[in-house]
């Protein structure tokens, strides 16, 4: 008799976190891709780095140390870049060099053995554990009440700031919230997907949505379906085939966006024909 590979505790664990890492990646991800973000959230991504390697030395959860170290470095670029004037490039350089400079200076200092951290550095979804699916679930529900409350402004700061600025005068406290909340959603999905391919799981499923709809609502939604459907079919090939997770849900996501760029093809040149 056949087992269900739902028997499993991991797999129940990972097909949650791939749901919760959709909703995430999906709202937070279309603010990204809209307001062209995708070079400061690698920033963030990497700099998070620098609070692993801290929480490692002082002996606390590494994702703690990633989340206050991604939240500073967000609102980092925006002191850097505003009232120092440095070119937000050129501060998000330094801030992406600091903290993967930290992050491997801490580690080396740790005492005892060197942690492993393939699972940081490229994703872990089978070793995804209750908090990991806790704070993913307690996010979600936090950025779906936040943008549905601001999702007005929101929607104008990310196509024309200069307009929202004229419809609300809590702009930069709006800014300075969302880049915190995307640099949370960033730092908990890195046991996703890891480091390195985090940057592509927040920016994948919106431009595969964007092929279909230039809708900002709809973008999102599409981006939470896609993101889903890439992640769990990852996830699934991955059990099978016994090859690395993240690397294997990215590889995934980018096909998905091949076939959508396929289809949108197809159908036009029929709808002209």
Do not use: C
């Not at 850097?80 to 200076?105: H, K, N, P, T, Y």
């Not at 981006?223 to 079919?233: L, Q």
């Amino acid at each position: 008799m056949e087992q269900s590979i739902f028997q499993y505790d991991f797999i129940i664990k990972g097909l949650l976190g791939a749901l919760f890492a959709s909703i995430t990646a999906g709202l937070a991800g279309t603010y990204i891709v809209s307001r062209r973000l995708v070079f400061l959230s690698g920033g963030i991504t990497h700099a998070s780095f620098g609070g692993i390697g801290i929480g490692y030395f002082a002996g606390i959860n590494p994702v703690i140390g990633a989340a206050v170290f991604g939240i500073l470095s967000a609102l980092g670029v925006e002191y850097l870049s505003v009232r120092q004037r440095i070119r937000e490039d050129s501060a998000i350089g330094i801030l992406w060099a600091f903290g993967m400079a930290i992050g491997i200076i801490f580690i080396y200092l740790t005492p005892g053995y060197s942690p492993n951290l393939m699972s940081y550095l490229f994703g872990s979804i089978l070793t995804v554990t209750n908090a990991d699916i806790i704070a993913l679930g307690i996010l979600s529900v936090v950025l779906i009440l936040y943008f549905s409350i601001f999702y007005r402004t929101i929607l104008y700061i990310s196509f024309d700031e200069s307009y929202a600025r004229t419809y609300s005068s809590y702009v930069d406290v709006i800014k300075y919230t969302t880049i915190s909340l995307m640099a949370l959603t960033i730092v908990l999905n890195i046991r996703m997907a890891g480091v390195v391919l985090v940057l592509s799981l927040l920016t994948i499923p919106p431009n595969i949505a964007m092929i279909f709809t230039r809708v900002y609502f709809r973008i999102v939604l599409w981006s939470i379906v896609a993101g889903f459907i890439g992640t769990a079919a990852g996830y699934t090939i991955s059990f099978f085939a016994g090859i690395p997770v993240g690397a294997t849900i990215i590889f995934t996501l980018v096909i998905l966006w091949v076939i959508a760029k396929l289809i949108r093809q197809l159908t036009t040149k029929r709808n002209k024909s």
